[in-house]
């Protein structure tokens, strides 16, 4: 039987499933929208969530909590620059999860998590090519 058995493994022992973890959230923090499997942007969902709430806080011991899990300076300090102010207001609900088919290799089923307020832009892209064509 499986009993007290809560969470998710990933196959892997205490200390991989915690460097894979951190490792996920700081690249989020960083790129701000990643793509992975279903039950990995799940896990990441929560703890990423608490990280955001620590820096809305944004007082010297939520920044050494934040850079105790987080493995970049730089991904600490776009979250107390960047990310925590743009979400001031919101009580929660920081993340979003959009399922995105299954991977070809092994039929995993992917995820893109990313933040609410992410905003691809297109448009970049294309006033590249119109300059070009101008000159």
């Known amino acids: 039987m499986n009993h007290k058995k809560a969470g998710r493994h990933f196959g892997r022992t205490c200390n991989q499933r ?7 959230v700081t690249s989020l923090l960083e ?3 990643i793509e992975t499997t279903l039950a990995k942007a799940k896990a990441i969902k929560s703890i990423t969530e608490k990280l955001v709430t620590m820096g809305k806080r944004n007082d ?6 934040v ?3 987080v493995y970049t300076r730089s991904a600490a300090t776009k979250l107390f620059a960047e990310i925590a102010p743009r979400f001031a207001n919101a009580n929660g ?14 039929r995993a089923p992917m ?3 990313q933040f609410v307020d992410y905003e691809i832009k297109p448009a970049d892209k294309k006033q590249g ?3 070009k064509d101008n000159k």
């Open 67 to 69: 850079m105790s899990y």
């Open 18 to 24: 915690k460097a894979l973890l951190r490792g996920l």
């Open 93 to 106: 609900g920081y993340l979003k999860i959009l399922r995105n088919g299954t991977r070809v290799n092994d």
């Open 60 to 65: 010297l011991h939520s920044k050494r909590l």
């Open 31 to 33: 790129h701000q929208r």
């Open 129 to 131: 090519k119109k300059e």
């Open 111 to 113: 995820a893109i998590i």
